[in-house]
């Protein structure tokens, strides 16, 4: 009779074990969605899971073509609390902090070495960004442009970003020298690349950015004869001013410059823009 009692125990732990594991997966499914963000010409699949939460904010995975390439709190173009980014093989080559975006204290990348972060606000044309403060800023108040750059060297460079403002009535291209909307200048823009014949793998796309007005994306490679540089160009319309930031980076450059590349286009917001997106 004890024996029967025994298996009777036995068979219950069992069965209640069961339900319990079976719920926690359960849950763990019920957690987790997935949609692809297609916000930028980049198409990543994100896969979040609502279980895990840090300053309201869930925690998220990106990937390319089924390859893991970053992990963390909140969205895409807005990132909050810990981030890691991974290489080609998921393996995981920097980890790093942010703070309303913005990513805070040194990172240790394993190719070009540390960087710490600084910030550049620029309050009459209404916009901040964080960059390496070991590299150079390059400001040009002509254009009212300004660029950062990775090397003194001018020539040799893996990666140059430009940021631009300015009012619509200033927008010009190689077909006009005056645009009264930042779609004509878009399809200017697009129909001047299309005749270059250093410009290749044209791709565009008008994006659906929230608190912008418009919002569009350019993206070629251009092969100066020695390199061949891969050109992103993100024109942005807020109110009556217009944002361009402009990113090429050379395709012979290791990946650790994809990363920082992507650090601070999120990096990237209009001031007086209160919206996280």
């Not at 939460?53 to 173009?77: A, E, I, P, Q």
């Not at 960087?115 to 070991?134: A, C, H, N, Q």
């Not at 927008?171 to 014949?197: A, G, H, M, Q, V």
């Not at 930031?245 to 450059?253: C, W």
């Amino acid at each position: 009779m004890r024996n029967i009692i025994l298996v009777i125990l036995f068979v219950s732990f069992l069965y209640c074990s069961s339900k319990i594991k079976g719920n926690k997966i359960d849950k763990e499914k019920a957690c987790q969605s997935k949609v692809i963000d297609a916000v930028y010409l980049k198409k990543y699949l994100v896969i979040t899971d609502s279980c895990k939460v840090f300053d309201g904010n869930n925690f998220v995975k990106y990937f390319d073509n089924n390859r893991l390439v970053m992990s963390g709190y909140s969205k895409r173009n807005f990132r909050e609390g810990k981030w890691s980014f991974f290489d080609q093989n998921e393996k995981e080559v920097i980890k790093g902090s942010f703070v309303n975006s913005q990513p805070i204290g040194i990172w240790n990348f394993n190719k070009i070495g540390t960087i710490t972060w600084d910030v550049y606000t620029d309050l009459k044309k209404g916009y901040r960004f964080s960059f390496p403060k070991e590299w150079e800023l390059i400001f040009d108040d002509k254009n009212n442009t300004v660029g950062l750059i990775n090397t003194g060297n001018i020539k040799a460079y893996d990666l140059l970003i430009t940021y631009t403002s300015g009012k619509l009535s200033q927008l010009s291209t190689d077909i006009s020298s005056s645009y009264e909307d930042l779609n004509s200048f878009y399809e200017d823009l697009i129909s001047s690349l299309k005749k270059r014949k250093a410009s290749k793998n044209l791709k565009y796309k008008k994006l659906n950015l929230q608190g912008s007005n418009e919002a569009y994306e350019v993206q070629y490679d251009f092969n100066n004869g020695n390199d061949i540089f891969v050109y992103d160009e993100i024109l942005i319309n807020f109110k009556d001013r217009v944002y361009f930031i402009t990113t090429n980076i050379n395709k012979k450059a290791n990946y650790d410059y994809s990363i920082i590349k992507e650090i601070m286009m999120t990096s990237f917001k209009v001031y007086n823009d209160t919206s996280k997106k």
